[in-house]
């Protein structure tokens, strides 16, 4: 296969050149049908969050696996999914200023668009946009139910469902509640409650709204440390989960029903690291600092070398040190596998991600919404 | 002038979409004239470092100033540099691989390239690469002075400079001691001792090069931090700051020399942002989290809003509270200067540079070094 190589595609994965973002093909393939096969067992909708792939391949092997659309958290993304041909995409936040309700607005000539909202006066603006580009806005009212972001407290959920639907241009459709916090609340039993008390804050404004005759057509939310909980309580039509195809360090250690490892969904993104600096017995030294590994969960986690820990050594540096018991050496040049802290941020560093399986790199895959955070 | 806008060029700054990095140009200006200045005064060359801009248009502005060239830490950086016209780039980094010596290697055909190296057989490798392209690539050898990260002990260093005056392909230049983290250190006193001390270190070794007849034409450091201390001892032949063109939360919080606040150079990068969601009277969320404003050095610093204060509230959103005494309010589509705490890996999140004058957008400059992290 050597003389069909392009960029390595082909080639093993110890030729990638470093820092470079991994996938495993397979580990995605298999956590992208576990997502699937839990939505159709529980009968719920599941609407990946492309804020952490950030790309419209893996959109589309989500939606071939029986997904009902995407969400995004910024009009730039939903831009990148719908040019990339996803025909359902919501905005699962606020959108806020004249020039991205307009982009915004002619998406919806593509796809069926819908947005979060929590304020009368960015629906009156959503709705004038709207009716300027003669489109027609799915909104769904965004439900603060206990993060203490955005989002209107379940008991005004009702007033600002009324003024959406005495709006021209936009269409109620439902409520969101979304809670990011309690995704990574750590022990199972802990994650459940949590996740029972942020759905019962939702519960409120459903009930509220059906009383008022308001739309519930759709209720969104969940993620990947709740969509057991949360997607078959019967209170959800859809779920938003996100990380689930890659998982990250964060997410592992958050604890699972029966052990300390959150093992629903398995590691399936990597960055490779070259040891570049052999200065001690003891300490050796990455190309791969916090600029090729976010740090806003903490630390990375070193794979693959027993007794050997990663800290961050500047943004182009990570020192891996040995304990004293750790027997392996690291020699200059070496390759090693970090898993990241947090998958969403990390991946908004890098342009492309490297797909392997087995020992093969058989695809580079643009990052196409890296960075558009507008 | 509005015919003539693109982009909003000509147009007032509040009327840039959100987020974006903003430069002030005339601060800049004035941070690249007051290096130039130091430098010319303490009789030390000025060789700025790309990895903070990441775009050949401010390296430019700084040879035109007088600098002698610029550092970059990737070889990916130095590509965008030599591509710009930049005639004289030293990578101040070790470069470990067959891709990224081959391509450091094909640089020399343009521009004058010198790189740092602590490994015997890092420097054969590079040396092949060298003769394989028919080029000669300036080396220093990287010397320890206290960081910890790469580089050989102060005694090592001649044993690696033999080393290298031995191999055809690379000509030694002389030697580099930097020490990251003591740019940071809080109090001038501290930090200027702190300096001396890490140029006691290098010091160590640039006798040993002379007793053993090696060459010391390059002795080059500092950073933005120390460049006066150490740029006026005499020691250095050139320094190497890169966060004084933008300063940054942290840099302006080390202190100066009569000050809590390091004054030496003024604040010429922002990050503006957008309220996009009203929630409470004492709570607003901005439209700028962990994807918008780095967090490696801590948080980022809400400006113009006294009593107002910003924590990161997840990827794509920051919390803004007020503290009971804070008079004004903040409204809903309101703009907001935030100063992020590290600028060089907030700067690694956009792809563009917003540039002003006044409250005029006078130029988009690409970020075209961003990501570059091979």
Redesign the interface.
Same mark, same amino acid.
């Given at each position: 296969m050597d003389d069909l190589a392009f960029e390595g595609i082909g080639g093993p994965v110890a030729a990638i =050149?470093? *820092? /470079?973002l991994l996938v495993d093909h397979d580990a995605l393939g298999r956590n992208i049908e576990r997502m699937a096969e839990f939505g159709r067992t529980a009968g719920v909708g599941i609407r990946p969050h492309a804020?952490t792939h950030k790309t419209s391949v893996i959109a589309h092997m989500q939606v071939a696996a029986g997904a009902v659309g995407q969400c995004a $958290?910024?009009v730039g993304e939903a831009e990148i999914l719908v040019a990339g041909g996803v025909k359902d995409v919501l905005v699962a #936040?606020?959108?806020?200023?004249p /020039?991205?309700l307009h982009r915004l607005a002619t998406l919806a000539r593509q796809s069926r668009i819908t947005v979060a909202v929590?304020?009368p006066?960015?629906v009156s603006a959503l709705a004038e946009a709207a009716r300027h580009h003669d489109v027609s806005l799915g909104v769904v009212v965004d439900v603060?139910v206990g993060l %203490?972001?955005? %989002?209107?407290l379940p008991g005004d959920a009702v007033e600002l469902g009324q003024h959406v639907s005495q709006l021209q241009g936009v269409e109620l459709r439902g409520l969101q509640g979304y809670h990011?916090a309690i995704q990574h609340v750590h022990g199972y039993g802990q994650r459940a409650e949590a996740a029972r008390a942020a759905s019962a804050q939702l519960q409120a404004a459903v009930d509220a709204f059906q009383q008022a005759g308001l739309a519930t057509e759709v209720i969104t939310g969940a993620g990947s440390g709740t969509y057991e909980v949360q997607g078959s309580s019967g209170l959800f039509t859809e779920i938003q989960p996100g990380s689930y195809i890659f998982m990250d360090r964060q997410y592992c250690e958050v604890g699972g029903r029966t052990g300390e490892v959150y093992e629903d969904f398995e590691p399936a993104l990597f960055v490779l690291a070259?040891?570049? !600096?052999? *200065?001690a017995a003891d300490?050796v030294?990455l =190309? /791969?600092g &916090?600029? /090729?590994l !976010? #740090? =806003?969960a903490g630390p990375a986690l070193l794979l693959d070398k027993p007794g050997w820990t990663y800290t &961050? %050594?500047?943004?182009?540096?990570g020192?891996i040190k040995r304990a004293g018991s750790a027997a392996a050496s690291m020699a200059? %040049?070496e390759k090693v596998r970090v898993q990241p802290s947090h998958c969403?941020?990390t991946i #908004?560093? &890098? =342009?492309r991600y490297h797909v392997y399986s087995g020992d093969e790199l058989i695809a580079i895959w643009p990052i196409a919404a890296?960075?558009r !955070? $507008?």
């Open positions: =050149d470093t *820092p /470079a804020k $958290q910024k #936040n606020e959108v806020v200023g /020039a991205k929590d304020h006066d960015a603060d %203490g972001r955005c %989002g209107v990011g070259t040891v570049m !600096s052999t *200065p300490r030294v =190309d /791969a &916090y600029k /090729a !976010s #740090n =806003d &961050y %050594g500047g943004d182009e540096h020192i200059l %040049g969403d941020t #908004n560093l &890098y =342009d890296r960075g !955070s $507008q």
